[in-house]
Protein backbone atom coordinates (compact mmCIF):
# COMPACT_ATOMS: atom_id res chain seq x y z
CA UNK A 1 0.00 0.00 0.00
CA UNK A 2 1.29 3.22 -0.73
CA UNK A 3 1.46 7.05 1.27
CA UNK A 4 -1.98 8.39 -0.23
CA UNK A 5 -3.91 5.14 -0.38
CA UNK A 6 -3.19 4.58 3.26
CA UNK A 7 -3.86 8.01 4.32
CA UNK A 8 -7.33 7.87 2.38
CA UNK A 9 -8.10 4.73 3.64
CA UNK A 10 -7.68 6.06 7.10
CA UNK A 11 -9.43 9.43 6.55
CA UNK A 12 -12.21 7.22 5.33
CA UNK A 13 -12.73 5.49 8.10
CA UNK A 14 -11.35 8.13 11.30
CA UNK A 15 -12.33 11.92 9.76
CA UNK A 16 -14.38 14.12 11.90
CA UNK A 17 -17.43 14.92 10.50
CA UNK A 18 -17.89 18.65 10.02
CA UNK A 19 -20.49 21.04 8.56
CA UNK A 20 -18.11 22.27 5.71
CA UNK A 21 -17.15 18.46 5.01
CA UNK A 22 -20.63 18.09 3.96
CA UNK A 23 -20.58 20.71 0.50
CA UNK A 24 -18.47 20.91 -2.11
CA UNK A 25 -19.89 24.85 -2.62
CA UNK A 26 -16.17 26.89 -3.15
CA UNK A 27 -17.72 29.38 -1.26
CA UNK A 28 -18.91 27.92 1.64
CA UNK A 29 -15.08 25.78 1.56
CA UNK A 30 -13.96 29.61 1.65
CA UNK A 31 -15.85 30.87 4.28
CA UNK A 32 -14.51 27.71 6.37
CA UNK A 33 -11.16 28.28 5.35
CA UNK A 34 -10.89 31.49 6.35
CA UNK A 35 -12.91 31.08 9.78
CA UNK A 36 -10.08 28.48 10.37
CA UNK A 37 -7.47 30.93 10.03
CA UNK A 38 -6.05 31.09 13.51
CA UNK A 39 -9.04 29.48 15.05
CA UNK A 40 -10.19 26.01 16.74
CA UNK A 41 -12.35 23.83 14.84
CA UNK A 42 -14.69 23.68 17.71
CA UNK A 43 -15.11 27.17 18.24
CA UNK A 44 -15.72 27.99 14.11
CA UNK A 45 -18.63 25.10 13.77
CA UNK A 46 -20.88 28.02 15.70
CA UNK A 47 -20.06 30.40 14.00
CA UNK A 48 -19.88 28.54 10.61
CA UNK A 49 -23.12 27.68 10.56
CA UNK A 50 -24.84 31.20 12.06
CA UNK A 51 -22.83 32.67 8.96
CA UNK A 52 -24.29 30.21 6.16
CA UNK A 53 -27.50 30.53 7.58
CA UNK A 54 -27.48 33.86 7.20
CA UNK A 55 -25.30 34.20 4.14
CA UNK A 56 -26.19 31.17 2.66
CA UNK A 57 -24.60 31.70 -1.14
CA UNK A 58 -21.88 34.10 -2.67
CA UNK A 59 -24.68 36.67 -3.86
CA UNK A 60 -26.05 37.21 -0.35
CA UNK A 61 -22.70 38.11 1.06
CA UNK A 62 -21.81 40.04 -2.12
CA UNK A 63 -24.76 42.43 -1.44
CA UNK A 64 -24.32 42.75 2.75
CA UNK A 65 -23.73 45.26 4.21
CA UNK A 66 -20.06 45.16 5.76
CA UNK A 67 -21.32 46.40 9.51
CA UNK A 68 -23.60 43.34 9.26
CA UNK A 69 -21.24 40.87 8.43
CA UNK A 70 -19.21 42.05 11.10
CA UNK A 71 -22.02 41.35 13.42
CA UNK A 72 -21.88 37.86 12.50
CA UNK A 73 -18.13 37.49 12.80
CA UNK A 74 -18.17 38.96 16.45
CA UNK A 75 -16.27 36.93 18.65
CA UNK A 76 -13.93 35.22 16.32
CA UNK A 77 -11.79 38.14 15.91
CA UNK A 78 -9.14 38.78 13.31
CA UNK A 79 -12.04 41.40 11.56
CA UNK A 80 -9.59 42.09 8.74
CA UNK A 81 -10.14 38.47 7.65
CA UNK A 82 -13.80 38.62 7.78
CA UNK A 83 -13.07 42.18 5.44
CA UNK A 84 -10.98 40.66 3.09
CA UNK A 85 -13.39 37.75 2.46
CA UNK A 86 -15.83 40.45 2.19
CA UNK A 87 -13.97 41.95 -0.47
CA UNK A 88 -13.32 38.86 -2.49
CA UNK A 89 -16.70 37.76 -3.15
CA UNK A 90 -17.70 41.65 -4.09
CA UNK A 91 -14.85 41.04 -6.62
CA UNK A 92 -15.64 37.39 -7.31
CA UNK A 93 -19.56 38.73 -8.43
CA UNK A 94 -18.42 41.52 -10.36
CA UNK A 95 -15.39 40.31 -12.13
CA UNK A 96 -16.87 36.53 -12.44
CA UNK A 97 -20.43 36.76 -12.37
CA UNK A 98 -20.90 34.87 -8.99
CA UNK A 99 -18.88 32.06 -9.78
CA UNK A 100 -15.54 31.31 -7.88
CA UNK A 101 -12.96 30.72 -10.41
CA UNK A 102 -11.02 26.76 -10.40
CA UNK A 103 -7.83 28.29 -11.61
CA UNK A 104 -5.15 28.66 -8.74
CA UNK A 105 -3.32 32.02 -10.08
CA UNK A 106 -6.54 33.38 -10.49
CA UNK A 107 -8.08 32.44 -6.63
CA UNK A 108 -4.87 34.13 -5.60
CA UNK A 109 -5.44 37.01 -7.37
CA UNK A 110 -8.61 37.47 -4.87
CA UNK A 111 -8.27 39.41 -1.76
CA UNK A 112 -6.98 37.86 1.51
CA UNK A 113 -6.41 34.28 -0.83
CA UNK A 114 -2.93 33.07 -0.60
CA UNK A 115 -0.57 29.80 -1.59
CA UNK A 116 -2.38 27.48 1.05
CA UNK A 117 -6.43 28.67 0.45
CA UNK A 118 -6.12 28.79 -3.28
CA UNK A 119 -4.57 25.07 -2.85
CA UNK A 120 -7.76 24.40 -0.64
CA UNK A 121 -10.38 25.94 -2.45
CA UNK A 122 -8.94 24.20 -5.70
CA UNK A 123 -8.39 20.64 -4.49
CA UNK A 124 -11.85 20.55 -2.19
CA UNK A 125 -14.61 22.19 -3.91
CA UNK A 126 -13.21 22.05 -7.45
CA UNK A 127 -11.13 18.38 -6.99
CA UNK A 128 -8.14 19.67 -8.79
CA UNK A 129 -4.50 18.53 -7.75
CA UNK A 130 -3.54 21.50 -6.27
CA UNK A 131 -1.15 21.21 -3.16
CA UNK A 132 -2.26 22.82 0.09
CA UNK A 133 0.30 23.10 2.66
CA UNK A 134 -0.67 24.71 6.27
CA UNK A 135 1.03 24.53 9.55
CA UNK A 136 -0.68 20.75 10.60
CA UNK A 137 0.36 20.03 7.04
CA UNK A 138 3.51 21.13 7.15
CA UNK A 139 4.42 19.22 10.26
CA UNK A 140 3.64 16.10 9.09
CA UNK A 141 5.80 16.29 5.83
CA UNK A 142 8.73 17.70 7.83
CA UNK A 143 8.86 14.50 10.32
CA UNK A 144 7.37 12.02 7.31
CA UNK A 145 11.01 13.42 5.74
CA UNK A 146 12.75 14.26 8.77
CA UNK A 147 13.77 17.87 7.60
CA UNK A 148 16.68 19.76 9.10
CA UNK A 149 15.55 22.62 8.06
CA UNK A 150 13.14 25.24 8.90
CA UNK A 151 9.73 24.96 6.66
CA UNK A 152 9.23 29.02 6.91
CA UNK A 153 11.68 28.76 4.59
CA UNK A 154 10.86 29.06 1.26
CA UNK A 155 12.93 26.43 -0.28
CA UNK A 156 11.76 24.19 2.52
CA UNK A 157 7.99 25.23 1.83
CA UNK A 158 8.58 24.51 -1.69
CA UNK A 159 9.93 21.01 -0.87
CA UNK A 160 7.41 20.15 1.34
CA UNK A 161 4.84 21.43 -1.49
CA UNK A 162 6.11 19.68 -3.96
CA UNK A 163 6.02 16.09 -2.31
CA UNK A 164 2.61 16.66 -1.54
CA UNK A 165 1.90 17.40 -5.16
CA UNK A 166 3.41 14.29 -6.30
CA UNK A 167 1.05 11.99 -4.02
CA UNK A 168 -2.37 13.32 -5.73
CA UNK A 169 -4.27 10.27 -6.38
CA UNK A 170 -6.08 10.42 -9.90
CA UNK A 171 -9.63 11.31 -8.32
CA UNK A 172 -10.22 12.42 -4.94
CA UNK A 173 -8.25 15.57 -4.82
CA UNK A 174 -10.01 17.19 -2.01
CA UNK A 175 -9.92 14.29 0.33
CA UNK A 176 -6.50 13.95 0.18
CA UNK A 177 -5.98 17.60 1.06
CA UNK A 178 -8.14 17.23 3.96
CA UNK A 179 -6.57 14.01 5.28
CA UNK A 180 -3.27 15.44 5.23
CA UNK A 181 -5.06 18.39 7.42
CA UNK A 182 -6.54 15.52 9.86
CA UNK A 183 -3.99 13.95 10.18
CA UNK A 184 -2.05 16.86 11.70
CA UNK A 185 -4.99 17.80 13.71
CA UNK A 186 -5.95 14.74 15.35
CA UNK A 187 -2.45 12.45 14.79
CA UNK A 188 0.66 13.94 14.03
CA UNK A 189 -0.26 16.51 16.69
CA UNK A 190 2.56 19.36 17.95
CA UNK A 191 3.13 17.62 21.49
CA UNK A 192 2.72 14.21 21.88
CA UNK A 193 2.16 12.69 18.18
CA UNK A 194 0.47 9.08 18.66
CA UNK A 195 2.60 7.51 15.88
CA UNK A 196 1.28 3.74 17.26
CA UNK A 197 -1.92 4.93 15.37
CA UNK A 198 -0.63 6.61 12.24
CA UNK A 199 -1.81 5.26 9.33
CA UNK A 200 1.75 6.37 7.74
CA UNK A 201 3.66 5.16 10.12
CA UNK A 202 5.77 2.95 7.84
CA UNK A 203 6.87 5.82 5.45
CA UNK A 204 7.82 8.16 8.44
CA UNK A 205 11.50 8.82 8.99
CA UNK A 206 11.01 10.40 12.43
CA UNK A 207 8.86 8.03 14.27
CA UNK A 208 10.65 6.57 17.08
CA UNK A 209 13.38 9.24 17.27
CA UNK A 210 11.68 12.24 18.64
CA UNK A 211 9.47 13.39 16.33
CA UNK A 212 8.64 16.11 18.29
CA UNK A 213 12.15 17.95 17.45
CA UNK A 214 10.47 18.77 13.85
CA UNK A 215 9.16 20.90 12.71
CA UNK A 216 12.93 22.40 12.82
CA UNK A 217 13.11 25.91 14.04
CA UNK A 218 15.77 28.56 12.56
CA UNK A 219 17.30 30.13 15.72
CA UNK A 220 16.45 33.39 16.15
CA UNK A 221 20.23 34.67 17.36
CA UNK A 222 21.20 34.17 13.61
CA UNK A 223 21.35 37.11 10.96
CA UNK A 224 20.06 34.48 8.22
CA UNK A 225 21.41 35.30 4.91
CA UNK A 226 19.19 34.41 1.81
CA UNK A 227 19.27 33.39 -1.71
CA UNK A 228 16.96 35.90 -3.80
CA UNK A 229 16.35 35.20 -7.60
CA UNK A 230 15.40 39.25 -9.08
CA UNK A 231 13.04 39.18 -12.02
CA UNK A 232 13.19 42.55 -14.00
CA UNK A 233 10.67 41.87 -16.54
CA UNK A 234 9.48 44.13 -19.45
CA UNK A 235 6.79 44.31 -22.04
CA UNK A 236 5.59 47.08 -23.50
CA UNK A 237 8.07 49.56 -22.69
CA UNK A 238 6.35 48.68 -18.70
CA UNK A 239 8.16 46.81 -16.09
CA UNK A 240 6.60 44.18 -13.52
CA UNK A 241 6.00 45.32 -10.16
CA UNK A 242 4.84 44.27 -6.90
CA UNK A 243 3.50 45.61 -3.87
CA UNK A 244 4.51 44.32 -0.65
CA UNK A 245 2.46 43.63 2.32
CA UNK A 246 0.64 45.91 4.48
CA UNK A 247 2.74 45.06 7.23
CA UNK A 248 6.27 43.90 7.92
CA UNK A 249 9.22 44.94 6.43
CA UNK A 250 9.12 47.64 4.41
CA UNK A 251 5.23 47.42 4.31
CA UNK A 252 3.43 48.82 1.17
CA UNK A 253 6.42 49.59 -1.06
CA UNK A 254 7.05 48.28 -4.69
CA UNK A 255 9.48 46.18 -5.70
CA UNK A 256 10.51 43.62 -8.72
CA UNK A 257 9.01 40.08 -7.90
CA UNK A 258 11.82 38.11 -6.41
CA UNK A 259 12.04 34.49 -5.32
CA UNK A 260 13.95 32.91 -2.82
CA UNK A 261 16.02 30.10 -3.37
CA UNK A 262 18.30 27.15 -1.54
CA UNK A 263 21.92 26.85 -2.87
CA UNK A 264 21.75 24.37 -5.23
CA UNK A 265 18.40 25.79 -6.79
CA UNK A 266 19.00 26.47 -10.88
CA UNK A 267 17.72 30.04 -11.03
CA UNK A 268 17.14 29.72 -14.71
CA UNK A 269 14.30 27.33 -14.39
CA UNK A 270 12.62 29.04 -11.04
CA UNK A 271 12.69 32.09 -13.01
CA UNK A 272 10.73 30.35 -15.73
CA UNK A 273 8.41 28.55 -13.48
CA UNK A 274 7.56 31.27 -11.46
CA UNK A 275 6.47 33.22 -15.03
CA UNK A 276 4.38 30.35 -16.25
CA UNK A 277 2.61 30.54 -12.80
CA UNK A 278 2.35 34.23 -12.33
CA UNK A 279 2.28 35.31 -15.94
CA UNK A 280 0.87 31.83 -17.53
CA UNK A 281 3.21 31.37 -19.75
CA UNK A 282 7.29 30.67 -20.25
CA UNK A 283 9.96 33.48 -20.58
CA UNK A 284 13.55 33.64 -21.60
CA UNK A 285 15.42 35.19 -18.74
CA UNK A 286 19.26 36.16 -19.08
CA UNK A 287 21.60 36.55 -15.84
CA UNK A 288 22.41 40.19 -15.34
CA UNK A 289 24.59 40.85 -12.35
CA UNK A 290 24.67 39.48 -8.62
CA UNK A 291 24.30 42.44 -5.71
CA UNK A 292 23.82 42.36 -2.09
CA UNK A 293 21.09 43.72 0.12
CA UNK A 294 21.22 43.79 3.91
CA UNK A 295 18.70 45.00 6.27
CA UNK A 296 19.53 45.03 10.01
CA UNK A 297 18.54 41.69 10.49
CA UNK A 298 18.51 39.98 7.07
CA UNK A 299 21.29 40.13 4.40
CA UNK A 300 19.69 39.52 0.52
CA UNK A 301 22.39 37.60 -1.81
CA UNK A 302 20.51 38.37 -5.37
CA UNK A 303 20.53 37.74 -8.46
CA UNK A 304 18.99 39.38 -11.09
CA UNK A 305 17.78 38.21 -14.59
CA UNK A 306 16.04 39.55 -17.02
CA UNK A 307 13.21 38.47 -19.55
CA UNK A 308 11.45 41.08 -22.04
CA UNK A 309 7.99 39.66 -22.80
CA UNK A 310 7.46 39.89 -26.63
CA UNK A 311 3.80 39.00 -27.26
CA UNK A 312 1.61 42.14 -27.61
CA UNK A 313 -2.08 40.39 -26.50
CA UNK A 314 -3.11 41.47 -23.13
CA UNK A 315 -1.55 40.11 -20.43
CA UNK A 316 -3.07 40.00 -17.09
CA UNK A 317 -0.42 39.80 -14.33
CA UNK A 318 -2.14 37.89 -11.11
CA UNK A 319 0.50 39.12 -9.03
CA UNK A 320 1.66 43.16 -9.57
CA UNK A 321 1.40 45.94 -11.97
CA UNK A 322 3.01 46.88 -14.92
CA UNK A 323 4.47 50.65 -14.76
CA UNK A 324 6.16 52.32 -17.47
CA UNK A 325 9.01 54.38 -16.44
CA UNK A 326 7.53 57.66 -15.01
CA UNK A 327 5.39 55.56 -13.14
CA UNK A 328 7.74 53.61 -11.56
CA UNK A 329 10.16 56.27 -10.56
CA UNK A 330 6.81 57.88 -8.63
CA UNK A 331 6.11 54.84 -6.70
CA UNK A 332 7.57 54.09 -3.35
CA UNK A 333 10.10 51.58 -4.26
CA UNK A 334 12.79 49.78 -1.62
CA UNK A 335 16.59 50.39 -2.10
CA UNK A 336 17.84 48.04 -4.66
CA UNK A 337 15.08 48.30 -6.82
CA UNK A 338 15.46 51.82 -6.95
CA UNK A 339 19.20 51.22 -7.58
CA UNK A 340 18.84 48.40 -10.42
CA UNK A 341 16.25 50.79 -12.20
CA UNK A 342 18.65 53.47 -12.13
CA UNK A 343 21.20 51.55 -13.80
CA UNK A 344 18.89 49.62 -16.34
CA UNK A 345 16.78 52.34 -17.13
S1 LIG B 1 4.50 8.33 12.43
FE1 LIG B 1 4.35 9.81 14.07
S2 LIG B 1 5.67 11.50 13.47
FE2 LIG B 1 5.31 10.26 11.66
S3 LIG B 1 3.59 11.22 10.62
FE3 LIG B 1 2.74 9.64 11.95
S4 LIG B 1 2.29 10.64 13.90
FE4 LIG B 1 3.62 11.99 12.72
Redesign the pocket.
Known amino acids: MNFTTALLDWYRRQARKLPWRETKDPYAIWVSEVMLQQTQVDTVIPYYQRFMERFPSLQALAEADEAEVLKYWEGLGYYRRARLLLQGVREVQAKYGGNIPSKPQLLKALPGVGDYMAGSIASIAFNLPVAAVDGNVS??IS??LAIEDDPSRAPVRRRITAWVQERFPQREAGDYTQALME?GAL???PKR???S?????P?????GND?EQ?PVKRKKAEVPEERRIVLMITWNGRRLLVQRPNTGLMAGFWEYPHIEAAAGDDAQRLAEEWAERNLGERLNFRFLRKMTHVYSHLRWNLEIYQAVREETGDCPATIGRWFSPEEEARLSRVAFVRKLSRQNP
Not at 197 to 201: A, G, I, K, N, S
Not at 203 to 207: G, N
Open positions: RVRILVCTPRCDCPVLFCKASPY
